[in-house]
Each structure stands twice: as C-alpha cells, then as structure tokens.
C-alpha cells in the first residue's frame, strides 16, 4: 500500500525521497520532519560532516496547507557540503584534477570493492557516493511522515540505544514514554544515564587510536493492534517486513525480535506468553517476550526489535587494501567519518519500523482519506474488543 524511493548522492546537491500511499487529510509540519533529521544528526563521536549539514526538509509535492492530498510526497534533503564538491560531482563534466583524483583503493568492510567489480566502476567514488549512510536523511524524512499517520491512531514508536563498544543499558523495566523522554536528553540517545558514561568513555578510546565502534539499537513501539502482517504467506509476515527493512539501513548485520537469538537457550515454558482474559482488557498477555509478534501477525503487544550495527568502515587509522589498478597493497583510502554513528542508526531504525507499520495498517485498513482509514480501523477494533 506504501512506497518509496529514495535518491541522491552523499556528496551531490541533495538527497530525496518520493512517498506514494500516504492518505489524504493527514497534518504534517515541518517541525515534525526537521525534528526527526536533527535527531539523526546528533550523537557523542559523529565525524565534522555534521558541524556542515543542518538538515531541513523541501516538500516538492503532495502537500498542501501542511495537509497531505493523497499523491506522492516528494521530500528533498538539501547537502550543504555540495559547495565544496561541485568539481568532484559534477552531473555533467568532472573537471580538471577532479577527474584524475579517482579513488581506486577500497576501504575493507564498504560496499567500494564489490561496488566497483559489479558496475564497472574504475573510480570507487561512483560507489561510496550513492552506498553511503547519508541516504538515511531521506528515509528518516520519510518514517517521520509515517510517524505522523500512525500517532493519527495512538500508535508511538520509540528508538535508543541499548549497547555500545560492549556496555550494556538496562531498559527493560521502562515504558515507551519513559525511554523517550531519558533518550531524548541523552547525547547518546541511551536512556541508562551511567551505561551512557561508559560507553562515551569507550569512545573516546576509540577515537585516541583511530577506531570506531559499533552497537545495538532497540526499536519499541506501542498501540499497534492485533492483526497486522499475516501467517499466510512468508513475505507477509510483519516480523520479515521489519527485518527487510531495518536489514537495508547501512552496516546493520543482525536483528531480533523479542527475546530473539537468547529464546535460543531457553526452555519452551521460558519463552512463550502465557494468555490470559478479562473482560476489562479482553485477551491479554502478562509477558512479551514474543515482541509483539506471533506467527507473522501483531498480536497486540509493544513490538520490541533490536538491531546490530557494525563499526564503521572508514578507520583514521585504515586497514590495508589493495589498489584496484597497481594490484598493490595500500592503506585503504581514508573518507571523512564518525568513531561512532550507533545513536544515528537508532534514529534510522525507528523511521524504517515506522514504514513498515504504516504499510501494514494501510494494507490492513485501507481507505484513500485518514478519515476514511480511521472509520475502518475503528470499525475493526470495536469487532476484536467485543470477542
């Protein structure tokens, strides 16, 4: 029911995104998106590309009067740091020592080699330009749009981060509004105030030695219904949306639900939720550990999702590689970056859940208006909560 597309390169005029499937009639400011790209912009060891970037939004189309009209919604991110590479990036005519100046050493554990081999690229430029994580901006422009039509139906979503460099948080005693409101205050967006002055330690030695570190970040969100997703077929199950998705953002290389990969080393009797009924709170489950999700659907529950993310390539201190044209080994080549982007990631993650959500409560619930979806939807869960 939703799409989008995103474009641009790191280093280009500007990075976009076009959303198709969004109602009709949802409000939407500009503060609710800048919002968003300010908070992917912030975090304790990003690298100097975000002294340069202050994100904004440019809505091209699909609204007017900060009210969606039911087309496609064309978001532009502008790259302020465009004034400095318009030689090197040029979409018509590379200039001068710009044009010489190609990149052909690959960086160990970026997409720059297996880039290259696969287009024919003899300048790795052409890859880490669109590979990079700069991108993210237009998806978190399009989850904050998504945001927004999900609180339509009291649905929040909440993203932190729970482990960095090895230190862990502890969270697990705190609601979702609690984790938001301890995130937001944090430079780490780390809602444990003494597992965030580890972990700020950890990357100040990082950083001392040209390293960079990765972590886990934890997606929580609250008032999803039941029903969302299905069992039917695999590519409808809400969990393998989730992991697509949240798979997709850069350097992320696992995931779980629930209690995920630790349900592994449990009995039965340890993992699953046991049901209970009242008639004040119908069916209802005194445990999570599911995440929200069983057997492909919603169940009703706070889905709760973490994700893993590597260390980031670029190393100030690089790893060694070999010249895609001499064939002889080199320090890889070393591009501007952060010792740590964990809490960005955390932010990318709760806008890639949050299309997923919208998709799913759109295929669920239809309707070309918000008032048309928010009729069925209310339709729907007067029917379950009568069962």
């Given at each position: 029911m939703l799409r989008f597309l995103t474009s641009g390169e790191s280093h280009g005029k500007s990075v976009q995104a076009i959303l198709e499937g969004i109602p009709a009639g949802l409000k939407l400011s500009r503060e609710q998106v800048d919002s968003e790209l300010a908070a992917r912009q912030m975090g304790y060891g990003r690298g100097d590309r975000m002294r340069i970037e202050h994100d904004s939004v440019e809505v091209i189309s699909g609204l007017r009067g900060g009210v969606t009209m039911g087309s496609p919604i064309t978001l532009l991110i502008a790259n302020k740091d465009w004034e400095n590479w318009q030689e090197v990036m040029d979409p018509w005519k590379v200039k001068g020592a710009s044009r010489k100046a190609a990149i052909t050493r690959p960086r160990p554990g970026h997409a720059d080699l297996a880039g290259a081999l696969k287009y024919g690229h003899a300048d790795v430029r052409n890859v880490l330009e669109r590979a990079s994580a700069r991108e993210t901006a237009a998806r978190v422009a399009v989850g904050a749009v998504c945001k927004a039509f999900l609180g339509e139906f009291g649905i929040e979503i909440v993203s932190h981060v729970v482990a960095l460099a090895g230190v862990k948080a502890e969270t697990s005693k705190m609601g979702v509004r609690r984790i938001r409101e301890a995130a937001e205050k944090s430079e780490l967006r780390c809602a444990d105030q003494e597992a965030e002055r580890k972990m700020i330690g950890a990357i100040d030695r990082a950083k001392n030695i040209g390293d960079s570190l990765g972590g886990i970040v934890e997606v929580r969100a609250s008032g999803v219904p039941v029903g969302l997703g299905s069992y039917s077929q695999w590519d409808r199950k809400l969990e393998s949306r989730l992991a697509a998705a949240v798979m997709s953002i850069q350097a992320i290389k696992g995931i779980e639900i629930g209690l995920g990969f630790a349900?592994?080393?449990?009995?039965?009797?340890?993992?699953?939720?046991?049901?209970?009924?009242?008639?004040?709170?119908?069916?209802?489950?005194?445990?999570?550990?599911?995440?929200?999700?069983?057997?492909?659907?919603?169940?009703?529950?706070?889905?709760?999702?973490?994700?893993?993310?590597?260390?980031?390539p670029t190393l100030r201190q690089p790893l060694s590689s070999v010249d895609m044209v001499t064939k002889e080994t080199f320090e890889a080549s070393v591009e501007r970056s952060d010792v740590v982007a964990v809490p960005a990631a955390s932010v990318v993650a709760g806008a890639a859940v949050a299309f997923v959500l919208a998709d799913a409560m759109l295929e669920k619930f239809g309707g070309d208006s918000i008032a048309e979806t928010r009729g069925n939807y209310d339709q729907y869960v007067d029917r379950v909560s009568s069962r």
């Open positions: 349900a592994a080393d449990r009995r039965g009797s340890q993992v699953h939720d046991e049901i209970f009924y009242s008639k004040k709170k119908g069916f209802y489950r005194k445990t999570n550990r599911a995440g929200g999700i069983e057997g492909g659907v919603s169940n009703g529950e706070d889905i709760v999702l973490r994700a893993a993310m590597k260390p980031i």
